[in-house]
């Protein structure tokens, strides 16, 4: 369950059919790593249902590989 300033978002919520819960979601994103990247940490996200064919670290930190 996603707590937001609306109420609550739950898990059975299809956030792309309410344009307005789909854009706070984003919002939401925004929030939780906002903090982070202020801490200095570097920051990959990624859609759950998103596949790498191939490792990305040699594109995202060429210098490390």
Same mark, same amino acid.
Request: proline share 6%; hydrophobic share 45%; glycine share 8%.
């Given at each position: @369950? *996603?707590?937001? !300033? /609306? /109420? *609550? +978002?739950?898990?059975?919520?299809? $956030? #792309?059919?309410?344009?307005?819960?789909? =854009? #706070? +979601? /984003?919002?939401?994103? &925004?929030?939780?790593?906002?903090? *982070? &990247? !202020?801490? /200095?940490?570097? =920051? @990959? %996200?990624?859609?759950?249902? @998103? @596949? $790498? %064919?191939?490792?990305?670290?040699?594109? &995202? *930190?060429?210098? &490390?590989?």
């Amino acid at each position: @369950v *996603l707590a937001s !300033q /609306g /109420g *609550l +978002m739950t898990h059975t919520d299809y $956030f #792309r059919a309410d344009e307005k819960k789909f =854009v #706070r +979601m /984003g919002e939401m994103k &925004l929030d939780l790593l906002r903090p *982070l &990247l !202020q801490a /200095g940490y570097h =920051v @990959v %996200i990624s859609d759950a249902d @998103v @596949v $790498f %064919i191939s490792d990305p670290w040699p594109y &995202l *930190l060429p210098g &490390l590989s």
